[in-house]
Every structure is written in structure tokens, then in C-alpha cells.
């Protein structure tokens, strides 16, 4: 192999670096300072030199951004920094409402101000970058694990391979949404149908299967863009002030070489965010690619700090959405669908509309309280729309067109799967079944034990999740660790090999951990965060079984409805005989030792702590993870408050103010000694 000389390996350096400030120009900030063809003439000058020189070749050179060959799959990874959706408000008494809810939260809090985005239509992904570098792209996922598509990632032209600052830090996380531009949407559209594919339905779903496309090549031909609107720094850069602000943050994104949509406003007052709202409802029919809303963020970092999360959403943030696309239609019967916590839910089925690009002919009527409202008959004339533009639903009835035989329609009293009588607890408003015997209640219970994020059983469909309630082979989960391959070869259509492997992946699915276990029982309002979040805290089953409610609340993130929820259950004898029963089938009911928390009385309760500089063996976000385990609160700014600050190397500004005020300094030592006083 060739070895290049000096004066080769500034010239390949000297392109790059001439190319990538012309694709900064030309796609961050919209000003082109090349001409094509020079920059094709410098594209090929650099390819010609690093095809003749392979050591010179670079992952952030411009020549990268398509990889060599198709993926085999996408890899699962956890974010290192959760993922968090945003509650949605739909008019404007909607978000004075979420303004009343944090300012009863953060009372003392004056001159506040909002940065308003527009809500991009896209899909939300998550950046790492290691010392400048782009290292990792990730779907969102659910927000806690998503999938590695950083092959794919490296295409769209707008997200820098390399970030544009001289001492970059070791770790760096952005977040932002990648989209397809309406005017590549359709040649897209046209393209598939000339060869007689299906069309997309909408941009956003067609940008969220462009991503998961294997092929990077392909995804390079769609053209994927992107906006950036969150990053997570470390608390000290060289070269660069923190941002203290959203709008600063945005502000250094595009430095650092982001496309940042130019379409924000820094608003001082609520009804400053209203007249933005208002002013693109229908600005936005002009905009070359699809928003469905607007995101209102409180400014201020520190106060953002201080609202911390719900369960789900930021306090500090929402996003308000334009009303959906509507379309009259008619009811021509309503079913009632049997969940697997025993929910009835009313579901109208009508003649088929198009709705924000796809075609629906099913709409939720949630329960009978809205059955009442609707004053719904069959026959009925109805508003059909997409709540949040995903999920159909009916808005109201047209009672001037309603026919005059039309009859009211009244949920049922018996449950439709099982016969038995139905309940409603005064204090809901669903209509359940309480028979715990129900084939429907058994049906859903089955399937999402065996779902993805469950117990993930490969081959377990409904088909024969049916074919064991029906043969009456299942009465419970517990039941499927004793099915057979005798069993199995007597349902319809199940062969020899098909049945040796279900037994297999039936078996296989003992390996799967407690957080997944916690998860497939079902217990009402535990998803696959909270089970995680619970399991961390409880690392055995009888931890969790044993605890009170209060001690179960007082796991952060996890509220007082989750706690009775999880409390209530553990209570129920025939629960008591299931997990006796998974226990002997061998299933994981305990964490691994070390991946357990430490518990306790809670030695940070009401403290507040500051984390600053690298600690030796924790990452800021497990360390902060371990001290909120431990009742305390991590905020980004020293101040009188403050009763902790955890000090690593590398110390800056931070440890000087704690030193001025007389914080008291922790170790990362001190700190887990603290963490284990309980213990």
C-alpha cells in the first residue's frame, strides 16, 4: 500500500474541511457559498485520494455518509438519556390549564418566558456524539430503548458527522426530527405508483419506514432532512458558555453545524404563544414540509429543572395541536371490543373516509359516558376525525340527518365474549368484565405476555392463541410452560416442526428478565417503563409483593394510582398462585445482583444535589438516576439551595460558586457511601 506524504494528507484534510463548510452553508443555513460543480470537482478530488490512500479514509469524511453494504437488522440500544413524548393540548384553555399546573408547582417563579417551535411531522431520533464525532443514531423507540440505525442517520445531509467546535467534550446528545420535505414526499409517491407500488399514506409514516429501511443507499435516495431542538451537554466545554436557555441551546446547535428550524419565537407572555399559534394555522399550508402543532417550552433551564417530569410528559413542555382533519360518515353498527383488564370498549364501524392520508372505516367511542354525550343512534350521520392525527375517533352526530326509525344505541349489560353480567365501578368510567375466566380477558392476557416487549415469545400469533383458549389447553400464562408438542400437534394446522418450535421459543422466553416478566402480568397502568423503573427499586418479586403503597409510590416516577394499582394486585390470591407457578416454570422473578439499586430509607429525601466535572466509574445520567432512587433531586445550577455538590475532575465554574456559597462537596466515593448508608 502506498504511503501518502504530508502534502497528500493536508490536501485530503483541506477538502474536507472545504466541503463540509459548503454543506453547512448550503443546507443549515440555506446560503450557498459554492457552485455545484466546484464542489463536485472537490467531492471527486477527495474520493480519487482516499480510494488511492485507504488509511486516510475517516468516519466524519463527506465521502462516508452512505455505508459499504445493507444492514443484516437494527440492534436494540438504551438511550442514554430517556426519551420523553410531550402531552398534547388541543385549544388554548387546554394550555392556560398546563400553565395553572406547573406555576402551582414552581409559585416563585417570575419573568418567565416561552420558546415556541413548530411541531415537525416527522420521526424523533437521538444523537450521540463521542469527542465530536458521530457515533450513534436511535430511533426514539419507547423512549427508554430504541433502535441503532446510525448507518441511515449518516445520509441526511444536515446532521454533521463531526460537530464544529475545536475542543469538542467526550459525550454529546441532541435530539431532534427527521422528516421528508412534501415536494421529495411526492416525487417518492409518484415514482412507486409508475412502478406499480403502493403509495405512502403520509410523510411521516413514509420518513419512519425510510429509517428502518437496511439499505443505507436507499435511504440516501429519499432525502431525508432534519431539525435539531434539544441538546444535553456536559456541564463544562472548552471553548463554549453552557446555555442557560432553550433559545441559547438552539442558538449553539446551529453553531455547532445544526439545521434548526428558523421558524421559533422567544415569546414573553402566554398570549404571545397564543397569537404565534394562531398565526400559523394557516402559514403553515405553505411550508415545504408537515407540522401538525406548535411545541411551548419554558425557557429557563433552571426551571425546567425544578418542574422535572410526570410519568410521561416534562412539565415544562407541551404541544399544542392544530384541530385534525375531519369528515362526515355514517354508523352502520357498533361493536364492543373485551380488553385483557376486562375494559368493554365501544367501537363504531362506518362507511370508509379518508382521514389525514389514510383510509378508516373503525372509530373508538371510548365508553358509555361518551356513548351518552353522543346521544349516538345507529344510522347516525357522524364527524369522524384522527385524535393527535393518529387515532380515529367520533366528534359529534348530525341528529338533522338522523333516520327516522334510527335506533339509540346502549351498551351492553352482559359481557359479548363470555355472557356474564358487566360492572361499572362508580369511581370509572369503564364498563368491565369481571370474570376472570372470560375467553377475551384470557385472549388479550396471552398476547401480551407473549408480545415484543413482554416476554417476546417468537411464533405465539393470535391465531393459536385462540386454538388454546378454545381446546381449553390455557387457563392462564402459567399454563403455556406446560404445553407439549403431543398438545400442539392437535390444533389445526400446527405441524411437527412449527410445534417444536413454539415449545422452544415458549421455553426460551424463561430467560427473559424481571422487568419483562413485571411487565407481561398486565398489571393496570405498569408499561414497559414503569416496569423497569419498579424493578430497579424491587428486585425480586416479593420485594414488590410485600410493599406497601406508600413505599411503592415513593419510587421516583411512579405516583400514587400506579402504587394502589400494583398493591391491589399482589393482594389477589389467584395472582399469588400465578407467580407460585411461574416460579416453578422457571421464570426470571428477580434482577440480576448487579443491576439492583440501592433501597432503603432514603438517605437524600429532600436534599438537592448539583453534579459537576467527570466522575471515574458513573455517567452523569447514572448518577443522577441513583441519587432521585434515593429521594434526591439533581438540579443544573448552584445556589443557596443547594445542599450537594458531587464533584468530579475537570471542576469548574460550578465548584467555585459551591465553594463561595459553602456547599458541601461529595466525592463520587462520598456520594455511593451516602447512597448505601441505608442499606
Known amino acids: 500500500m502506498t504511503t501518502a506524504t504530508l502534502a497528500i494528507q493536508q490536501r485530503v484534510i483541506e477538502l474536507r474541511r472545504l466541503l463540509q463548510q459548503a454543506s453547512y452553508a448550503y443546507y443549515v443555513l440555506d446560503a450557498p457559498e459554492m457552485d455545484d460543480a466546484v464542489y463536485d470537482r472537490l467531492y471527486r478530488d477527495l474520493q480519487e485520494l482516499e480510494t488511492e490512500y485507504p488509511d486516510l479514509v475517516t468516519p466524519d469524511s463527506p ?93 441526511i445531509r444536515t446532521i454533521p458527522l463531526r460537530l464544529n467546535l475545536e475542543q469538542p467534550p467526550a459525550r454529546l446528545e441532541v435530539r431532534g426530527e427527521a422528516f421528508l420535505p412534501l415536494d421529495v414526499f411526492r416525487q417518492i409517491n409518484e415514482e412507486r405508483q409508475t412502478k406499480g407500488e403502493a403509495a405512502f399514506a403520509n410523510p411521516r409514516n413514509a420518513a419512519a419506514g425510510t429509517l428502518r429501511q437496511l439499505d443505507s443507499a436507499v435511504v440516501a435516495q429519499r432525502r431525508l432532512d432534519f431539525f435539531a431542538y434539544t441538546l444535553h451537554l456536559p456541564d463544562e466545554v472548552a471553548g463554549i458558555d453552557a446555555p442557560a436557555t432553550q433559545w441559547q441551546a438552539l442558538e449553539l446547535l446551529q453553531n455547532l453545524g445544526f439545521r434548526v428550524n428558523p421558524n421559533r419565537l422567544l415569546c414573553p407572555s402566554l398570549a404571545d404563544v397564543a397569537a404565534y399559534f394562531e398565526q400559523w394555522d394557516t ?53 364492543v371490543q373485551v380488553g385483557r383488564t376486562g375494559a368493554l370498549t365501544p367501537v363504531a364501524e362506518f362507511s370508509p373516509v379518508q382521514l389525514a392520508g389514510t383510509t378508516v372505516s373503525r372509530a373508538t367511542l371510548h365508553n358509555s359516558d361518551r356513548l351518552t354525550e353522543l346521544d349516538l343512534h345507529l344510522g347516525d350521520t357522524v364527524i369522524v376525525r384522527k385524535a393527535g392525527e393518529i387515532i380515529p375517533e367520533v366528534v359529534r352526530v348530525m341528529p338533522d340527518l338522523r333516520p327516522a326509525d334510527a335506533q339509540r344505541y346502549e351498551m351492553p349489560t352482559h359481557c359479548p365474549a363470555c355472557g356474564e353480567p358487566v360492572v361499572r365501578p362508580a369511581d370509572e368510567a369503564v ?246 448508608s441505608s442499606n
Open 283 to 335: 402559514a403553515r399550508l405553505d411550508l415545504p414540509y408537515m407540522t401538525d402543532g406548535v411545541v411551548v417550552k419554558l425557557n429557563h433551564f433552571d426551571l425546567q429543572q425544578q418542574l422535572g417530569f410526570t410519568q410521561k410528559f416534562p412539565r415544562w413542555a407541551i404541544a399544542l395541536k392544530y384541530p385534525a382533519e375531519e369528515a362526515p360518515t355514517r354508523v352502520e353498527r357498533v361493536v
Open 431 to 676: 364498563t368491565r368484565c369481571i370474570n376472570t375466566s372470560c375467553p377475551a380477558i384470557l385472549r388479550g392476557s396471552i398476547s401480551h405476555w407473549a408480545s415484543r416487549a413482554a416476554l417476546d415469545i417468537n411464533g405465539l400469533g393470535e391465531k393459536w392463541v385462540e386454538q388454546f383458549i378454545d381446546r381449553h389447553l390455557v387457563q392462564s400464562v402459567a399454563d403455556l410452560y406446560d404445553l407439549t408438542v403431543e398438545q400442539l400437534l392437535t390444533l389445526d394446522r400446527m405441524g411437527p416442526t412449527s410445534a417444536q418450535k413454539l415449545v422452544g421459543a415458549i421455553a426460551q422466553s424463561k430467560q427473559q428478565p424481571w422487568p419483562r416478566v413485571l411487565y407481561g402480568l398486565g398489571i393496570r397502568h405498569v408499561g414497559s417503563v414503569n416496569a423497569q423503573t419498579l424493578s430497579s427499586q424491587f428486585a425480586k418479586v416479593d420485594d414488590l409483593g410485600a410493599a406497601e403503597p406508600e413505599a411503592i409510590a415513593a419510587v421516583y416516577g411512579i405516583g400514587a394510582e400506579i402504587a394502589q394499582s400494583v398493591y391491589a394486585w399482589f393482594r389477589v390470591p389467584a395472582n399469588q398462585v400465578l407467580i407460585d407457578r411461574l416460579r416453578q416454570a422457571g421464570l426470571q422473578l428477580a434482577l440480576d445482583p448487579d443491576q439492583v439499586q440501592p433501597q432503603g430509607a432514603q438517605p437524600l429525601a429532600g436534599k438537592t444535589l448539583v453534579i459537576t466535572g467527570t466522575l471515574p466509574s458513573l455517567s452523569r445520567e447514572d448518577a443522577k438516576a441513583k441519587i432521585q432512587a434515593a429521594g434526591g433531586k439533581v438540579t443544573g445550577t448552584v445556589s443557596s439551595k443547594t445542599d450537594y455538590l458531587v464533584v468530579g475532575s475537570d471542576a469548574g465554574s460550578k465548584l467555585e460558586k459551591a465553594q463561595t456559597l459553602g456547599v458541601a462537596q461529595l466525592s463520587e466515593t462520598q456520594l455511593l457511601d451516602l447512597l448505601s
Open 63 to 155: 465521502t462516508q455518509r452512505i455505508g459499504e453494504r445493507p444492514a443484516d437488522q437494527f440492534t436494540s440500544v438504551r438511550h442514554h438519556i430517556p426519551l420523553y413524548s410531550l402531552e398534547n393540548a388541543f385549544n388554548l384553555q387546554e394550555l392556560a390549564s398546563w400553565q395553572d399546573r406547573w406555576r402551582r408547582l414552581a409559585p416563585e417563579a417570575a419573568d418567565v418566558d416561552y420558546v415556541t417551535e413548530l411541531k415537525i411531522d416527522g420521526s424523533a431520533i437521538a444523537l450521540t456524539y463521542d469527542h465530536g464525532l458521530l457515533v450513534r443514531g436511535a430511533t426514539r423507540g419507547d423512549g427508554v430503548t430504541g433502535e441503532d440505525i446510525t448507518q441511515n442517520i449518516r445520509t
